[in-house]
């Protein structure tokens, strides 16, 4: 039973605009989410994360956003680059210090130049 | 190397046989979990390490799967008898503290494929 859903398997965006990678979870245990970054034959890199408290975090180009009521979780990377293709993983956690993450199964970003 | 290290990279083994893989978390990282991604599938945990406490086991699919750990150092994961449903790529990650979920470094991961 997936409890963290990345719906989208794959998005192409040019380069300088928008990317939006979305995520739905639904175990309303969680609240702690995290993106991590996969590029091939490496192992994920953790990118952003945000507390249940918070709707929303900035890091530089990255920003997740937390709809609790919806259950619903993005992050948005602007302006996009090429260097951001890779791909992105959505993740939850029953509290920041759980043991273990739920992942989503992973949207590929595609940066076009 | 500062990272996370794996070995091997790649395994290709035939049902039925044991594998064994390692992991090398960084040093002075406590904290030590696998995870296993099946092909289309999202990270799946596994197992947790912290120090000398008893391991967090709750992921481990099947009997036939067991890791250990000595002290803050090197784990191995053991997969008896493996069916071709174990292939997937293996992953470990370690934290420095217990539960820093968003400080988790992963490994490359070992590729593991059961004919």
């Known amino acids: 039973d997936q409890q963290v859903k990345q719906n989208s398997p794959s998005l192409s965006v040019q380069e300088g605009r928008i990317s939006i990678l979305n995520c739905d979870y639904t175990n309303s245990m969680f609240d702690y989410f995290l993106w991590y970054k996969k590029y091939p034959a490496e192992g994920p890199t953790f990118l952003i994360s945000i507390s249940s408290i918070k709707d929303k975090n900035e890091d530089g180009r990255f920003t997740v956003f937390l709809n609790k009521s919806a259950k619903h979780l993005s992050l948005h990377i602007v302006p996009s680059q090429p260097g951001d293709s890779a791909v992105y993983f959505c993740?939850?956690?029953?509290?920041?210090?759980?043991?273990?993450?739920?992942f989503g199964t992973g949207t590929r970003l595609t940066v076009i130049p | 190397g500062a990272g996370v290290s794996q070995s091997p990279s790649n395994k290709v083994t035939e049902k039925g046989k044991d594998v064994e893989l390692r992991c090398d978390p960084i040093?002075?990282?406590?904290?030590l979990y696998w995870y296993r991604q099946r092909l289309g599938q999202g990270l799946e945990f596994l197992i947790y390490?912290?120090?000398?406490?008893?391991?967090?086991k709750s992921g481990l699919p099947s009997d036939r799967f067991s890791a250990e750990r000595t002290g803050e150092s090197v784990s191995t994961l053991t997969i008896q008898r493996t069916q071709q449903e174990d292939s997937a790529v293996y992953l470990c990650a370690s934290s420095l503290v217990r539960g820093q979920a968003g400080a988790q470094y992963f490994g490359p991961g070992t590729r593991l494929l059961v004919l």
């Open positions: 993740a939850a956690t029953p509290g920041k210090g759980a043991n273990n993450l739920f």
């Open positions: 040093s002075g990282h406590t904290a």
């Open positions: 390490f912290q120090g000398n406490s008893a391991p967090d």
